[in-house]
C-alpha cells in the first residue's frame, strides 16, 4: 500500500476493492489540519491537497481521501 508523507496521523482504515490491491482510507480534513498546523493557511492547505496529494495518482494502490464531513475547524483547533 502506498502512503502519502506527513499524513499518518490521518489515517482511518484500509480499503478493499474487488480485484484490486488493499489501500490506505484518509480522512481529508485532518489531512488539511496537519497542513494547517505546518503553517499554511486554510486556502493554502485546501489548494494542496486538491492539486499535490489528491490529484497525485499512483496506480491501483493509491491511497483514498474521505470527506467524512467533520469541519477542519474541530480537527485542528
Given amino acids: 500500500m502506498?502512503?502519502?508523507?506527513?499524513?499518518?496521523?490521518?489515517?482511518?482504515?484500509?480499503?478493499?476493492?474487488?480485484?484490486?490491491?488493499?489501500f490506505i482510507v484518509y480522512d481529508y480534513d485532518?489531512?488539511?489540519a496537519v497542513l494547517i498546523l505546518q503553517g499554511m493557511s486554510d486556502t493554502e492547505a485546501l489548494e494542496y491537497m486538491e492539486f499535490n496529494v489528491v490529484g497525485?495518482?499512483?496506480?491501483d494502490q493509491t491511497?483514498?481521501?474521505?470527506?467524512?464531513?467533520?469541519?477542519?475547524?474541530?480537527?485542528?483547533?
Wanted: with cysteine; net charge negative.
Fill in 2 to 22: 502506498l502512503k502519502a508523507d506527513g499524513f499518518d496521523s490521518a489515517i482511518i482504515g484500509v480499503g478493499q476493492r474487488c480485484g484490486s490491491p488493499d
Fill in 30 to 32: 485532518k489531512c488539511v
Fill in 56 to 59: 497525485a495518482y499512483m496506480g
Fill in 63 to 77: 491511497p483514498v481521501f474521505l470527506h467524512t464531513g467533520e469541519s477542519i475547524y474541530e480537527v485542528s483547533h
